[in-house]
């Protein structure tokens, strides 16, 4: 889709494959990810589908990024993982301010074709009009182009349509959710060795049917060092655990140093 002349750099960017590095917030705790967002990651992804983020904690959270991002070293964006595809979802999103939005469990190319509508104003696609926030960043006329939109594969369905769901307009990239995507391969739980083969090859083709068209892929990572290898390995955007893990994970940390 053709972007405007003032495409926002986040848009610009995941486009042009240019490499996105960023961090996921499942907690409503603006003041924390205020915190998150000058760190200087590329974006903030808050999720709204298992992430503790009523709509109240979607905004909150999003003005903190906003807020944080102001003081950062780059231009860290708040982007949104979607509860569903649904418009009614994507729309509160889109409305209170998120730059781009991930779609989860997309099974098939009518699957992506519905996110596209969902995500677009008329003639493209079926949201309402009710800009709210999203206005302050980009107008309605530029939305349909500026506004990207990521599908998830993570399903065995999504991964044996990769090809027809990448290739909708409309559909900006792919986003692999690892971990759902190794149960629909058959493992027990979330990094079953048992699965690593089939979960290689799976990313393999994920990768080449967006390269196919000329689309960025992204994946969820459990760290820095993953998120380093994973676009060495030719992905394109790389997100870095969360909130909620790392704090735990750090505070863990500290008491063990502690009791030793």
Same mark, same amino acid.
């Given at each position: *889709?053709?972007?405007?002349?003032?495409?926002?750099?986040?848009?610009?960017?995941?486009?042009?494959?240019?490499?996105?590095?960023?961090?996921?917030?499942?907690?409503?705790?603006?003041?924390?990810?205020?915190?998150?967002?000058?760190?200087?990651?590329?974006?903030?992804? %808050?999720?709204?589908?298992?992430?503790?983020?009523?709509?109240?904690?979607?905004?909150?959270?999003?003005?903190?990024?906003? /807020?944080? /991002?102001?003081?950062?070293?780059?231009?860290?964006?708040?982007?949104?993982?979607?509860?569903?595809?649904? %418009?009614?979802?994507?729309?509160? #999103?889109?409305?209170?301010?998120? #730059?781009?939005?991930?779609?989860?469990?997309?099974?098939?190319?009518?699957?992506?074709?519905?996110?596209?509508?969902?995500?677009?104003?008329?003639?493209?696609?079926?949201?309402?009009?009710?800009? *709210?926030?999203?206005?302050?960043?980009?107008?309605?006329?530029?939305?349909?182009?500026?506004?990207?939109?990521?599908? *998830?594969?993570?399903? /065995?369905?999504?991964? /044996?349509?990769?090809?027809?769901?990448?290739?909708?307009?409309? !559909?900006?990239?792919?986003?692999?959710?690892?971990?759902?995507?190794?149960?629909?391969?058959?493992?027990?739980?979330?990094?079953?060795?048992? !699965?690593?083969? #089939? %979960?290689?090859?799976? %990313?393999?083709?994920?990768?080449?049917?967006?390269?196919?068209?000329?689309?960025?892929?992204?994946?969820?990572?459990?760290?820095?060092?993953?998120?380093?290898?994973?676009?060495?390995?030719?992905?394109?955007?790389?997100?870095?655990?969360?909130?909620?893990?790392?704090?735990?994970?750090?505070?863990?940390?500290?008491?063990?140093?502690?009791?030793?």
């Amino acid at each position: *889709m053709p972007a405007s002349p003032a495409t926002p750099e986040f848009a610009r960017k995941l486009r042009t494959r240019e490499p996105l590095v960023g961090y996921w917030v499942v907690l409503d705790s603006p003041a924390s990810t205020e915190r998150l967002a000058r760190v200087g990651y590329d974006y903030v992804c %808050l999720d709204q589908q298992h992430g503790l983020l009523g709509y109240d904690g979607l905004l909150r959270g999003l003005m903190a990024v906003d /807020a944080g /991002a102001r003081l950062g070293p780059v231009e860290t964006v708040g982007i949104v993982r979607v509860a569903a595809n649904d %418009l009614t979802w994507i729309g509160h #999103a889109l409305d209170a301010g998120a #730059a781009a939005v991930i779609v989860p469990l997309v099974d098939s190319a009518d699957d992506a074709r519905l996110a596209v509508q969902n995500t677009k104003y008329p003639p493209l696609g079926r949201r309402s009009y009710g800009p *709210m926030r999203a206005q302050l960043r980009i107008e309605m006329e530029a939305s349909n182009a500026d506004v990207p939109l990521l599908v *998830m594969v993570e399903t /065995a369905g999504g991964l /044996a349509n990769v090809e027809e769901i990448v290739a909708i307009d409309g !559909v900006d990239g792919l986003y692999v959710g690892p971990s759902d995507l190794s149960l629909a391969l058959g493992a027990s739980y979330p990094g079953d060795p048992a !699965v690593d083969e #089939a %979960l290689d090859a799976a %990313l393999e083709r994920i990768k080449a049917a967006a390269r196919a068209v000329g689309k960025p892929v992204g994946i969820h990572t459990p760290s820095g060092e993953v998120a380093r290898r994973r676009l060495a390995e030719g992905f394109d955007v790389v997100t870095v655990s969360g909130d909620l893990v790392h704090l735990e994970e750090v505070a863990s940390a500290h008491l063990g140093v502690v009791r030793r």
